[in-house]
């Protein structure tokens, strides 16, 4: 056996690595990390680990076996992401857990040195200054900040007549609030700026300072200076002390509290973090630094994770307020978000400590901005909802849509705000790869749904408003549908069709929008459509009876054979067209039944609602009746109600006699008739009795009653009483003849003939 010398690998074992390395490069794909090398072998060198492996790996040594192993490595790099080894990755994670391990005890390793870092920065800020030379800057920097305090006074006395008079204003809407509020946060950003200058200005008079006491100085005018504007943030937002412009639905002492929790995080984060940076500059460094910073922002995590736990309730009620519906899952989801808002906080600060135990930039910037954006974006939504649902209750629906439009927009701003602040390059992304894919066709499926919005918004807008149009020109004309005789007049052809067309639309749009968004996400759309044509096709042969259904309901509206709220009689079926689909439509009968009857069912339709309707009423006079004299009289009885204010309009020709229509065994059948508008022959034909009934009655014409004569025999009581009893029994039999007729047929008097 071959001797190995000491201090390196026998050749069998760098064999076993290399070949290993290989099967592990070809099956994972792994990225080269390190700087390229340059090649170890020329061709021959190289044709020669191709034909014989052994050999040529026995006369290498260790280091161009580990250059020999990268450059494979770097050559099979493109592959990469093409695949997946779990166990690789185990092995990354198991490095980085070490990593964590070993960076984390060596910072909390430092907590004894925590206490002397003080001391150090006290006297690296005061040396070659003298005793008091730390005095001396306090004195300076709080004189700098009275002045600053005075300017700014100054302004504020001059403002504080218009301010008072904006905080007093009564707001009805949530962008009178906002206007009111935008003119305080002006002028309060206008004070701010004027005493960040006198500060500033006052400090470079009374301390010129050398390099540290600048540096100091800047520091903590910065940690004032983002306090300041960060509190007057918290004060338009909240309004603790003016309810009547607080946008949030927040209560007095709700408001209240989450502002002085907002102030006091803010305090302790911005002084804590510039006085860490300060250290740093001073020369204080290390684990220890390191340390320092983990401390505040821990300190800080909590302060935030407390307000927003303790304040739960108040956004609770702000994600609920004026939420008529109530539903279970917007329930759920408004009191889950502050304990999910609370965790989000903690992972945040998990991440950044995370990040800079491994050696990476944290991001404390990028955290801050995240959990300000986080808290303040429902807020500004739900508010952006409450306005749309006050313009939809004023019927301002174009406003009411833009709104929501601005809502979604408010919703990808948080997202894209989000990304820009924690450096994710979207554009950057949607390049080549699979992360470009992924982002390329998640913003056109964004697009789509966005335009699909847009559209429908506008085509509901639109529809709904003619719908209410033709309402409202239906009710000034005095129509009610659900008061309205048989027969009456329905509503207009436009307004038949328009809730079939508002469905419509939503269909074809929200079919287009599937269709763009498969292709934006890579299916290939035209087999799709021709599967979706086969499968219509099977669909309709199977289906031919709802095929039937649709292509006969479409020819009869465009043959306008009926409209919404007319009586129409389909078979043994009568009723008022209450509601149409695509198949079928809906009768409401008089007496309250609802029949769904198929276009495809339809063989003949009876329309009662068109144009106009004949009213033809038979009287019965007796055999001795002057008929010229009914004729005139009749035609008295139209003359008069052609003047009547309820019912006089409804004529189209008047009341008028037509003459004796038979001769039955009781008397002469006289008819009279009218032709009214549809719907009104019910209401007039009651006029019409009564004044028919009462001119007969002045005029001496009396109707003909149902009698029997019966002959009496002279000298015969017992066959005249027979004779009586036949009688009787004749006309009860007609009577229960006729209340079985009445019973069988209900609706004789009712329903149009």
Request: hydrophobic content about 50%; aromatic content about 8%; glycine content about 8%.
């Amino acid at each position: 056996m071959q001797k190995v010398a000491r201090g390196s690998l026998p050749n069998w074992l760098l064999l076993i690595c290399f070949l290993l390395s290989s099967a592990v490069a070809q099956a994972a794909g792994l990225t080269a990390t390190h700087s390229p090398l340059e090649p170890v072998q020329d061709q021959s060198a190289q044709k020669a680990l191709d034909d014989n492996p052994e050999a040529a790996l026995a006369r290498l040594s260790d280091a161009e076996v580990r250059a020999l192993l990268l450059e494979r490595l770097r050559e099979r790099a493109p592959d990469a992401e093409k695949s997946f080894n779990p166990a690789i990755t185990a092995f990354q994670l198991q490095g980085h857990l070490g990593r964590l391990h070993s960076e984390a005890s060596a910072i909390f390793g430092a907590f004894p040195e925590l206490p002397g870092i003080f001391p150090r920065a006290f006297e690296a800020l005061n040396q070659d200054r003298g005793k008091g030379g730390v005095d001396r800057f306090l004195l300076a920097f709080i004189a700098a900040l009275v002045i600053g305090a005075g300017a700014e006074y100054l302004l504020r006395r001059r403002m504080k007549a218009a301010r008072e008079a904006v905080r007093e204003r009564t707001c009805d809407s949530d962008g009178e609030k906002a206007a009111a509020l935008g003119f305080l946060l002006v002028t309060d950003l206008l004070g701010i700026f004027l005493f960040t200058l006198a500060t500033v200005g006052g400090m470079l008079l009374l301390a010129a300072g050398d390099g540290y006491y600048r540096t100091t100085f800047v520091f903590y005018m910065a940690a004032i200076l983002i306090i300041r504007l960060v509190i007057t943030g918290a004060d338009i937002f909240f309004c603790p002390d003016h309810p009547n412009l607080r946008i949030p639905h927040y209560s007095d002492r709700d408001a209240g509290g989450v502002r002085r929790a907002v102030s006091a995080t803010v305090i302790l984060g911005a002084f804590g973090y510039f006085s860490c940076a300060l250290f740093g500059v001073l020369g204080i460094g290390g684990r220890v630094h390191q340390l320092l910073l983990i401390l505040v922002g821990t300190m800080i995590t909590l302060g935030m994770m407390a307000t927003v736990i303790l304040g739960r309730h108040a956004l609770k009620e702000d994600l609920l307020h004026e939420d008529q519906k109530q539903s279970m899952i917007r329930l759920y989801m408004a009191a889950a978000w502050p304990w999910a808002f609370a965790a989000i906080i903690a992972l945040i600060w998990i991440g950044v400590v995370l990040t800079a135990l491994l050696g990476l930039t944290p991001h404390y910037g990028a955290a801050l901005f995240s959990i300000a954006l986080l808290l303040l974006a429902p807020g500004i939504i739900m508010a952006l909802e409450r306005e749309a649902r006050r313009f939809i209750a004023k019927e301002e629906e174009v406003r009411a849509a833009m709104l929501r439009a601005a809502k979604v927009c408010a919703f990808v701003a948080t997202i894209v705000f989000l990304a820009m602040a924690w450096r994710i390059d979207v554009t950057g992304m949607a390049g080549s790869g699979l992360s470009g894919q992924v982002v390329n066709a998640l913003f056109q499926v964004g697009v789509t749904i966005l335009v699909a919005y847009v559209c429908w918004s506008a085509a509901r807008i639109w529809i709904d408003k003619k719908i209410a149009e033709e309402d409202k020109a239906f009710a000034q004309e005095g129509m009610d549908l659900a008061e309205m005789e048989i027969g009456g007049t329905g509503l207009s052809r436009i307004r038949t069709l328009l809730p079939l067309a508002k469905r419509t639309v939503q269909i074809t749009i929200g079919a287009i929008a599937v269709i763009v968004a498969l292709s934006a996400l890579g299916v290939d759309i035209g087999p799709l459509l021709a599967g979706a044509g086969v499968v219509g096709l099977a669909v309709g042969f199977g289906s031919q009876a709802l095929v039937r259904d649709i292509v006969s309901g479409l020819f009869f509206l465009l043959d306008d054979a009926f409209r919404l709220g007319e009586y129409v009689s389909v078979g043994h079926v009568k009723g008022s067209v209450e509601k149409i689909t695509i198949r079928s439509f809906q009768l409401r009968h008089h007496l309250g039944a609802v029949n769904t009857v198929p276009f495809g069912e339809i063989r003949t339709l009876s329309n009662f609602s068109r144009d106009w309707a004949i009213m033809k009423l038979p009287f019965r006079v007796t055999f001795d009746t002057d008929i010229e004299k009914v004729r005139k009289v009749i035609k008295k009885v139209g003359l008069k109600l052609l003047e009547h204010p309820e019912i006089g309009e409804d004529f189209i020709q008047p009341f008028k006699s037509q003459g004796v229509l038979e001769v039955d065994d009781y008397g002469l059948v006289v008819r009279a008739k009218f032709m009214c508008k549809p719907g009104r022959q019910f209401l007039i034909r009651r006029y019409a009795f009564m004044a028919v009934q009462e001119a007969f009655a002045q005029n001496g014409i009396e109707f003909a009653r149902p009698e029997i004569r019966v002959r009496a025999e002279e000298n015969d009581d017992a066959a005249n009483a027979e004779k009586v009893k036949q009688a009787t029994r004749q006309m009860e039999a007609g009577a229960a003849h006729a209340a079985t007729r009445a019973q069988d047929q209900p609706e004789k008097d009712q329903t149009p003939s």
